[in-house]
């Protein structure tokens, strides 16, 4: 078999695993999928050692002193909480307003509805944790416009499955890339609520900065076009508290 057709073997094979994860994430309840999550995440770290040792390589950055033992126990925290992203993402469109409710709760959401206020939209800026999808679905059952700039994934097919995902959730998606930024400003025009994900720089054009010891950049995105639109920046996240 040639490479190239190996490669697309290898991306269908990878779009029917997460359809088919999907279907089986809607049909388990709540507890049982949170057990199954369990169990992804263990198995994605026996066979991702490569994923494993760059974990291990971070949290040894952020402290150098963690032991052994702990450090396994860390490690395996942060795939857990990868498969636990994906099985409750897949969970969402079949969830009611009221389940999201119910699993979610919210702190300094008064200061999104006085940013609205204003009539620039609001900017929030998101690390890559926890379940953010949750909260953004929890955004637009408040009746919020939510427009989000991701990172185009590959295969194509992928990208587009996830963003058929999110747009049924009531986002709308703009790929990360040279029309990102006319997007965003266009929905703050329209005093939306934009999400940009700003912890990881993949372009390297951002701001140079002083990272647990060491130097990296981040994006410099939220903050200009926060203060181009005259929009507030907010920073924000999403945890996984139990």
């Known amino acids: 078999m040639a490479a190239d057709e190996r ?16 279907v089986a994430a809607r049909l388990t309840p709540g507890p049982l999928a949170s057990a199954t999550a369990s169990l992804l995440g263990a198995g994605a ?49 079949s969830l009611s307003a009221r389940a999201v409710e119910r699993g979610f709760t919210k702190d300094g959401y ?17 690390p890559h944790l926890g379940g953010w999808e949750w909260a953004g679905r929890w955004m637009t059952d408040q009746g919020h416009r939510l427009t989000v700039v991701v990172e185009a994934l590959e295969p194509p097919e992928l ?15 703009v790929p990360l890339g040279p029309g ?20 990881r720089d993949i372009e390297r054009t951002g ?3 002083e990272f647990f010891g060491e130097r990296t950049t981040l994006p410099a995105g939220p903050a200009m076009l926060g203060l181009r639109a005259g929009a507030p920046l907010l920073p924000k996240a999403v945890y996984f508290t139990s």
């Not at 490569?50 to 702990?70: F, G, K, T, W, Y």
Request: aromatic residues 8%; contains cysteine.
């Open 207 to 209: 701001v140079e900065v």
């Open 180 to 199: 990102a930024a006319g997007a965003v400003m266009k929905a703050l025009r329209n005093n939306e609520v934009v999400c940009l994900l700003c912890d």
């Open 45 to 93: 770290s026996v066979t991702s050692a490569e994923r494993r040792d760059m974990i291990q390589r971070h949290l040894r950055r952020v402290n150098p002193q963690v032991r052994s033992a702990e450090l396994r126990l860390q490690t395996q925290a942060a795939f857990d909480s990868y498969a636990r992203y994906y099985v409750e993402s897949f969970r969402l469109p």
């Open 7 to 22: 490669s697309r073997l290898g991306d269908a094979v990878t779009v029917s695993g997460f359809r088919l994860g999907s």
């Open 159 to 173: 990208f587009e499955w996830f963003v058929d995902l999110r747009q049924r959730l009531g986002m709308t998606v």
């Open 110 to 126: 008064q200061h999104i509805l006085r940013g609205l206020e204003a009539g620039n939209g609001v900017i929030l800026a998101l």
